[in-house]
């Protein structure tokens, strides 16, 4: 079975711009969840998308948000990029939107804001 | 809410020695405790979890971790590591609540690194 897939893996943007991540899940999977990593604050929570619903949400500015698709994919937009959302964005699927059930991570992508 | 403090930043061993990376957390109601390994330049990787029943849980590549409830630790153990398990670690909770979603808080990480 394929494994999670992020693309781009790398992105480079100014300031200001707009940026589309995208996710695509393990097959059969119908959870995602993205997160944030950086030097400085360590892995954040963003979002958790389940048949294409928020289901939880983290603590970020209305900038960020993520929708899901009925194939489960989801991709995630952050707008008016600022110098600290230069970060590791990390996307995980699981089988169903409980704790008990395996995150399989993916490879990420890593957004550079310059 | 949860939050999880790893204890160690930075732990360096040789080859063939054990190793204990060090994690606890703090919550309100019933959690569930995860391990995952983060190798250069890739994402995370399940090593092991607890979710209820014995409080030694095994996990891959020879990783076990210990549960303790009183002392609301999660520590991970691996009683001869490899060069090879030079890595960040991470330890992360979850709410158990069916209805919570699968939310991970992590600890901020612990470098691994094995000398020869």
């Known amino acids: 079975k394929a494994g999670v897939t992020q693309t781009p893996r790398y992105l480079i943007k100014t300031r200001g711009q707009q940026v589309t991540l995208s996710c695509s899940p393990i097959?059969?999977?119908?959870?995602v969840s993205w997160y944030q990593q950086t030097p400085g604050q360590g892995l954040q929570f963003l979002f958790e998308y389940f048949s294409e619903t928020q289901r939880n949400k983290g603590n970020f500015p209305g900038r960020f948000s993520g929708r899901q698709f009925s194939n489960s994919r989801s991709e995630m937009n952050v707008s008016t990029l600022e110098l600290g959302d230069s970060a590791l964005y990390l996307c995980a699927s699981s089988l169903e939107a409980r704790a008990s059930y395996e995150q399989y991570f993916g490879p990420g992508t890593r957004l550079t804001v310059t | 809410a949860q939050s999880v403090t790893q204890l160690d930043s930075q732990v360096p061993v040789f080859e063939e020695a054990p190793v204990e990376l060090r994690c606890n957390y703090s919550?309100?109601?019933?959690?569930?405790l995860f391990w995952y390994v983060q190798y250069p330049n890739q994402g995370l990787q399940l090593l092991l979890k607890?979710?209820?029943?014995?409080?030694l849980v095994k996990g891959i590549n020879g990783f076990e971790a210990e549960f303790n409830k009183s002392q609301t630790s999660f520590h991970l153990r691996k009683p001869s590591v490899h060069i090879s398990d030079t890595a960040e670690y991470f330890c992360?909770?979850?709410?158990?609540?069916?209805?919570?979603?699968?939310?991970?808080?992590f600890g901020e990480g612990t470098q691994l690194t094995v000398n020869p």
């Open positions: 992360a909770v979850t709410n158990s609540r069916l209805t919570s979603g699968s939310r991970l808080t």
């Open positions: 919550s309100s109601v019933s959690v569930y």
């Open positions: 097959s059969g999977h119908r959870s």
């Open positions: 607890y979710l209820s029943g014995s409080t």
